[in-house]
Antibody
Framework: EVQLVESGGGLVQPGGSLRLSCVAS????????MAWVRQAPGKGLEYVDI????????RSVASVQGRFTISRDNARNSLWLQMDGLRAEDTATYFC?????????????WGQGTQVIVSS | DIQMTQSPSSLSASVGDRVTITCRAS??????VNWYQKKPGRAPNVLIY???RLQSGVPSRFSGSSSGTDFTLTISSLQPEDFATYYC?????????FGQGTKVEVK
């Protein structure tokens, strides 16, 4: 069974940092691209960033460029999101998702999310 | 970046109704659109990929279609478990943006 479990969320002051983790199981992690998606309270889903199998970074959404860094360790079946310079507008539930390539890319499995609150 | 304009933002419907949700892309994106269902407190769930392909395990009352830059998700006969928020997403080029969402509520 495919499982994605996020952790690392919490309350942080503006300007602070957090590192989110996503541990994968039930599939061959190194064969898949992975993604981070977030949802602010009362808002819709927002693409954050994706990463390919070889830890080559893809293009993140403009609002997090220069502040967030996606990375992975295939030996540890782990995906991370380093978040620096946090702002109130980064408050959201952050989901990791597996990316499947069939006829096109699709986010076929998701974790339950970890909540990040940026507030003083 | 490619924008996905989704409509309506919400709708009220009854069990058994036919429901249609639309997304319009800001440019040609072929058929590279996915549809997801999201319920409060739960992870999103993919319904349709490549505009019209039904994800394995998803009920056949869900279908997708496309015409140019317009993409449609149809629920042929709304069931109680279908009250949720639905999102389109393009995967044409990064960033793979989502539509604003459509909340399907009980009428």
């Amino acid at each position: 069974e495919v499982q994605l479990v996020e952790s690392g969320g919490g309350l942080v002051q503006p300007g602070g940092s957090l590192r989110l983790s996503c541990v994968a199981s039930g599939f061959t992690f190194r064969q898949y691209w992975m993604a981070w998606v977030r949802q602010a309270p009362g808002k819709g889903l927002e693409y954050v960033d994706i990463i390919d199998q070889d830890d080559s970074r893809e293009r993140s959404v403009a609002s997090v460029q220069g502040r967030f860094t996606i990375s992975r360790d295939n030996a540890r079946n782990s995906l991370w999101l380093q978040m620096d310079g946090l702002r109130a507008e980064d408050t959201a539930t952050y989901f990791c998702a597996r990316i499947l390539l069939s006829t096109d890319w699709v986010f076929d499995y998701w974790g339950q999310g970890t909540q990040v609150i940026v507030s003083s | 970046d490619i924008q996905m304009t989704q409509s309506p933002s919400s709708l009220s419907a009854s069990v058994g109704d036919r429901v249609t949700i639309t997304c319009r892309a800001s440019r040609d994106i072929s058929t590279q659109v996915n549809w997801y269902q999201k319920k409060p407190g739960r992870a999103p769930n993919v319904l349709i990929y490549s505009a019209s392909r039904l994800q394995s395990g998803v009920p056949s009352r869900f279908s997708g279609s496309s015409s140019g830059t317009d993409f449609t998700l149809t629920i042929s006969s709304l069931q109680p478990e279908d009250f949720a928020t639905y999102y389109c997403q393009h995967v044409y080029q990064t960033p793979w943006t989502f539509g604003q969402g459509t909340k399907v509520e009980v009428k």
